[in-house]
């Protein structure tokens, strides 16, 4: 089936450095994508979304950015945090109704250096 | 926001047994999903609850391994039956809202451990 996968397994970066975690997906009709933040022994929380008519999505801190020429998606942490440190995970939907399963990618494991 | 929660929220069980895992939303909800996340991993999904209807399960997945329930829109339950080594992982129920149907949001997840 469609895959969505991600180019870096584990990052770390310097605390108040900005991050960058990159994911690729395969699917072309996916419209929906999600970041997820997966923190030890608790189930993942949803961080961000953009939908595919977007290229750029602000948050607190964060930031997705999507491009659908490359099939693309990044999230931007900026001034990093020790509460920070997670695993992170992309999903993509396809989103129509009926239909609005999530296929997530294989994670990045984000560490924060103090 | 909605409160999420999962029971046991770990257990350890012997080869042969089954296990019935517990969803419950504060809220109504119209989707329900169950996922499993085996060590180390990413999240791959079981089947989708429905409502007063039989789950909708993913490839390699079958009813009779992972039986499911949902006879609200509050509340779920997945078992894992006749379990084996195999079957350790995290298990983790999501929810879709009325309001925004696509986002998904998770359960604190049950860890399950097969001896």
């Known amino acids: 089936g469609e895959s969505v996968g991600l180019h870096l397994p584990t990052l770390s970066v310097q605390e108040g450095d900005n991050s960058i975690i990159n994911c690729a997906y395969s699917n072309s009709a996916s419209d929906y994508f999600i970041w997820y933040k997966q923190e030890s022994g608790k189930g993942p929380q949803f961080i961000i979304d953009i939908r595919s008519n977007m290229d750029k999505r602000q948050g607190q801190r964060v930031t997705v950015l999507l491009n659908k020429t490359v099939k693309h998606l990044s999230l931007q942490i900026a001034a990093t945090q020790p509460g920070d440190s997670a695993v992170y995970f992309c999903?993509?939907?396809?989103?129509?109704?009926?239909?609005?399963?999530?296929?997530f990618g294989t994670g990045t494991r984000l560490t924060i250096i103090p | 926001s909605a409160v999420i929660s999962q029971k046991p929220s770990r257990d350890i069980c012997q080869r042969g047994t089954s296990l019935t895992i517990q969803c419950q939303v504060d809220?109504?909800?119209?989707?329900m999903f169950w996922y499993r996340q085996q060590p180390g991993q990413s999240l791959t999904l079981i089947a989708t609850?429905?409502?007063?209807?039989?789950?909708?399960?993913e490839s390699g997945f079958v009813i009779d391994k992972f039986p499911i329930s949902r006879p609200n829109l509050t509340f779920s339950t997945l078992t894992v039956s006749n379990m084996s080594p195999e079957d350790s992982s995290i298990y983790l129920c999501?929810?879709?809202?009325?309001?925004?149907?696509?986002?998904?949001?998770f359960g604190p997840g049950t860890r399950l451990l097969v001896l």
């Open positions: 809220s109504q909800v119209t989707m």
């Open positions: 609850a429905n409502q007063g209807s039989e789950a909708t399960y």
């Open positions: 999501s929810v879709g809202f009325p309001r925004d149907r696509e986002t998904q949001y």
């Open positions: 999903a993509e939907s396809i989103g129509y109704f009926g239909n609005e399963k999530l296929t």
